[in-house]
């Protein structure tokens, strides 16, 4: 990890426009649809570069499963 600041639940919320608790109920899930976080202690902190990656790699093609015959 760089020397980038972490954020709290409260910025990241903020920088993604997402309620707080959208964002503590990804702070629960395992696997690759959990979102990148660090946990200090009992907190929860976000690299906002390492969350930016991670929404890249949720986003889906909009024509992504149709056919060919169907275009």
Same mark, same amino acid.
């Given at each position: 990890?760089?020397?980038?600041?972490?954020?709290?639940?409260?910025?990241?919320?903020? !920088?993604? !426009?997402? !309620? !707080?608790?959208?964002?503590?109920?990804?702070?629960? &899930?395992? $696997?690759?649809?959990?979102?990148? &976080?660090? &946990?200090? $202690?009992?907190?929860? &902190?976000?690299?906002?570069?390492?969350?930016?990656?991670w929404?890249?790699?949720?986003?889906?093609?909009a024509?992504? $499963?149709?056919?060919?015959?169907?275009?």
């Amino acid at each position: 990890m760089d020397n980038q600041e972490l954020l709290t639940v409260e910025e990241m919320a903020a !920088k993604l !426009k997402v !309620k !707080k608790s959208w964002l503590y109920l990804r702070t629960m &899930r395992t $696997g690759a649809d959990a979102i990148p &976080r660090v &946990r200090v $202690g009992k907190y929860v &902190r976000f690299n906002p570069d390492a969350v930016m990656q991670w929404i890249e790699n949720q986003v889906h093609p909009a024509n992504a $499963g149709t056919d060919s015959w169907m275009k």
